[in-house]
């Protein structure tokens, strides 16, 4: 079943509404609120879930829909291969230009 995360998951997030995602995008927030920054098998692993694909996807919805970001990249200390950081996107304020001054 696919669940879309609403295009203002970012600031759903922010402003506590954390019950608009689905079970395993929460827990995933939780845990890069614990680890800060981290790696899909780093996520895993802190979930206690058998392979990286059981995170996986949701992390890639979560960062096309701008809840996550990717803020580093660093080898895979299993297969050694380079890998996506990351880590709750920041929230930033936007701000609009008057047209008429």
Do not use: W
């Amino acid at each position: 079943m696919k669940t879309d995360i609403h295009h203002n998951s970012l600031e759903a997030y922010y402003e506590g509404k954390v019950e608009l995602f689905n079970k395993r995008t929460r827990e995933i927030l939780s845990a890069l609120e614990i680890l800060g920054k981290a790696t899909d098998r780093q996520i895993q692993e802190y979930l206690n879930l058998p392979e990286p694909n059981a995170v996986r996807p949701r992390i890639t919805e979560a960062i096309k829909e701008g809840l996550l970001s990717e803020v580093d990249v660093t080898r895979c200390h299993i297969t050694n291969k380079q890998v996506r950081v990351v880590a709750i996107a920041k929230k930033t304020v936007e701000y609009q230009i008057p047209l008429f001054v």
